[in-house]
């Protein structure tokens, strides 16, 4: 296991990167900004530092220039994570000081060998118990067992944070990046769960659970609100008007989502989870 710091301005990479980490046995330190990441890398002297370039106030370059300018950390791996893929952004940000990086968009199958790859062979991360690494048989025998969810969300990371959060734990998920998206699946397939984002261009989940509720056969599956938007009071009793089950809000601890999502299908509970009612 290694200590790990992640330095990302954009919440949702952080989200997955450090779950995906953490799953795999990783000790995840993080920061948003350039300054605190130094701070942070000075104050605990991580294994290895993963920096995005474009940060607010001090950037990826001057983060890997501070941390290779200190005697206790200049033999520390610095790893950039960047969209950058231009002819020469490869030889910039070698020549600036990071040993080595990783692209955007990230890719979650991948992002723990890359980093790992920077790691002696003893602080690698280990596959976890908790579904990942396990067959294709295994796992369709857990999700025979487990409960089909819908999920409806415009932002590909969003999506992704939650496919690779459920999928483990045994549950069948299908993705959809719009409303009428959506639709277009729930045509041919009836889910046990549906797990929509709230605002989303065109319709939005407002819309969506409207169209879901007319619909006899889909209107009495529990429907789950997740936002990074506050909640507000106005925002809160119209869903509840429409017959929304739960709200959760971003950002959200996977096992958290693992519990709301356990708490709306009462039959599929496994144990440990109480017998509140979903509200």
């Not at 130094?38 to 990826?60: M, W």
């Not at 980093?115 to 690698?124: H, I, K, Q, V, Y």
């Not at 789950?224 to 809000?249: C, K, N, P, Q, Y």
Request: with cysteine; aromatic share 6%.
């Amino acid at each position: 296991m290694a200590r790990i710091l992640l330095i990302e301005d954009n919440p949702d990479n952080l989200d997955l990167m450090s779950y995906l980490l953490t799953a795999y046995g990783h000790a995840v330190t993080t920061a948003e900004d350039g300054e605190s990441g130094i701070a942070t890398a000075l104050a605990t002297r991580p294994d290895l530092v993963a920096c995005d370039i474009h940060l607010p106030g001090v950037d990826g370059y001057g983060v890997a220039k501070a941390l290779k300018a200190d005697a206790a950390l200049t033999a520390v791996p610095v790893i950039a994570v960047t969209a950058l893929a231009m002819v020469g952004d490869r030889e910039k940000i070698l020549a600036s000081g990071f040993d080595g990086y990783i692209t955007k968009p990230i890719d979650p199958q991948r992002v723990v060998s890359e980093l790992d790859a920077f790691l002696p062979a003893g602080l690698r991360g280990s596959t976890p118990d908790n579904g990942f690494g396990r067959s294709a048989a295994a796992t369709e025998s857990m999700r025979a067992k487990l409960a089909l969810i819908l999920v409806v969300d415009d932002a590909p990371t969003n999506r992704e944070l939650i496919f690779q959060t459920l999928t483990p734990y045994g549950y069948d998920v299908r993705l959809a990046e719009s409303v009428p998206d959506a639709m277009r699946l729930l045509a041919t397939l009836t889910p046990d769960l549906i797990l929509s984002d709230l605002h989303m261009p065109g319709e939005n989940g407002f819309n969506f659970i409207r169209r879901v509720k007319d619909d006899p056969r889909l209107a009495v599956l529990p429907f789950i609100f997740i936002s990074s938007s506050v909640w507000g009071e106005d925002d809160r009793e119209t869903a509840l008007a429409l017959g929304v089950t739960r709200f959760v809000l971003r950002p959200i601890e996977p096992h958290a989502l693992i519990d709301e999502i356990a708490r709306c299908l009462p039959a599929r509970r496994g144990p440990g989870h109480d017998d509140d009612p979903c509200r």
